[in-house]
């Protein structure tokens, strides 16, 4: 994988988890997401910015395990809430 592609992926991995918590403001989703993943905000906000020029192997496979487990998380967030939305039609006699 050429090191644009690899800082391509790590930025846009950074942007959508800024992106998910922009509603706060950006300021605080730049800290959020720099504590989630033990960067710097300067980093973060680079990452944001597109900015960056190198990532090393080890920072990449670093942001990137611990966004699959972000989204794994999320994931199984949603589900309960499924499960939750879907007893509560059937407990209410609303399911098609």
Same mark, same amino acid.
């Given at each position: %994988? $050429? #090191?644009? &592609?690899? $800082?391509?992926? /790590?930025?846009?991995?950074? $942007?959508?988890?800024?992106?998910?918590?922009?509603?706060? #403001?950006?300021?605080?989703? /730049? *800290?959020?997401?720099?504590?989630?993943?033990?960067? &710097?905000?300067?980093?973060?906000?680079?990452?944001?910015?597109?900015?960056?020029?190198?990532? *090393?192997?080890?920072?990449?496979?670093?942001?990137?395990?611990?966004?699959?487990?972000?989204?794994?998380?999320?994931?199984?967030?949603?589900?309960?809430? %499924?499960?939750?939305?879907?007893?509560?039609?059937?407990?209410?006699?609303? &399911?098609?």
């Amino acid at each position: %994988m $050429s #090191g644009s &592609t690899l $800082s391509d992926q /790590f930025q846009n991995a950074i $942007s959508a988890e800024v992106e998910a918590r922009r509603a706060r #403001g950006l300021k605080a989703a /730049f *800290s959020e997401v720099a504590r989630l993943f033990g960067l &710097t905000e300067r980093r973060v906000r680079a990452c944001w910015h597109h900015e960056i020029r190198r990532v *090393s192997a080890d920072e990449f496979e670093a942001v990137r395990t611990r966004r699959r487990a972000l989204l794994v998380q999320r994931h199984e967030q949603l589900e309960r809430e %499924m499960a939750v939305l879907a007893a509560t039609l059937d407990a209410e006699g609303l &399911t098609q």
